[in-house]
């Protein structure tokens, strides 16, 4: 890609979502080398391997867009280099930052994809090209053509204070508004009181549900609802049954402490 000049240009870069702000990050294209890059293990909404590059004067429905999205969940680098000629240059894929792979003879490594999408109606359009491929061609499953579940999560209802009780009353007023799944968030198992312990004692505290999952599941659908749970399967505590017995079972980065 080849500008007139830089200045006249854009990188803009997701952010994702804080509350109820969609938060982007725009600015104006310079000389020599921007990156935009995460580490944290992970992509999410808060922060995603997606930019575009955009004419200063494009806006929603005018203007020329090229967009960039990676199909990766994991540490990626998005880096865009402008020489003196004024000529674009983007890589976008895997961070390598603590990354190593060692590529055996005979063996192979696939990188990631990315989706590119060029508009010159602006971002709206852009936008809607993207959503088309990603849900085409990207998307699989019986959902894909199909209406979503709406589902209701507790965490934000109940965090670790899960009562039975208060999940039935709370899945009876869901069921009112029409919804279709009941997620079963943070703090059914183990000791989990707060997030200093029990990942990794994946197993339902009955206390809390005294039905265990089995018979809460059987009530949600009595109710009319799904029953869906939430876990991290690659998650240890070292306050947990599991970290006492298995130490080992613990991946650390030499040096630092468990959290």
């Known amino acids: 890609m080849t500008v007139d000049f830089c200045t006249n240009n854009l990188i803009s870069s997701s952010l994702g979502t804080f509350g109820k702000r969609k938060v982007y990050r725009k600015k104006p294209l310079a000389h020599g080398l921007q ?45 865009i280099k402008v020489d003196k000629f004024n000529n674009i240059r983007v890589s976008i894929g895997i961070n390598h930052f603590d990354l190593t792979w060692i590529l055996k003879p005979n063996k192979s490594f696939q990188t990631p994809e990315v989706v590119m999408a060029y508009s010159d109606k602006g971002s709206g359009e852009m ?15 019986e ?11 507790t965490w934000k209802a109940t965090y670790f204070d899960v009562i039975e009780e208060k999940l039935l009353n709370l899945t009876k007023e869901a069921k009112e508004f029409g919804i279709d799944l009941f997620v079963l968030n943070d703090g059914w198992f183990g000791e989990r009181n707060n997030d200093t312990s029990s990942f990794g004692d994946w197993y339902a505290n009955r206390r809390k549900i005294p039905s265990s999952l089995e018979g809460l599941g059987k009530k ?5 609802l799904k029953f869906g749970l939430w876990f991290e399967p690659e998650m240890i505590s070292p306050n947990s049954e599991l970290y006492r017995k298995h130490p080992d079972w613990s991946i650390q980065v030499k040096g630092r402490s468990l959290s």
Do not use: C, M, W
């Open 143 to 153: 959902y894909r053509d199909r209406r979503r579940t709406i589902l209701i999560n």
């Open 35 to 79: 990156i935009i890059e995460s580490i944290r293990g992970e992509n999410s909404h808060q922060h995603n391997p997606f930019f575009a590059l955009i004419l200063k004067d494009a806006n929603e429905k005018y203007g020329e867009v090229y967009e960039f999205s990676l199909v990766y969940n994991g540490n990626f680098a998005i880096l």
């Open 220 to 224: 949600l659908n009595k109710i009319g």
């Open 127 to 141: 936008s809607k090209t993207h959503h088309r491929v990603y849900r085409k061609r990207l998307y699989r499953g």
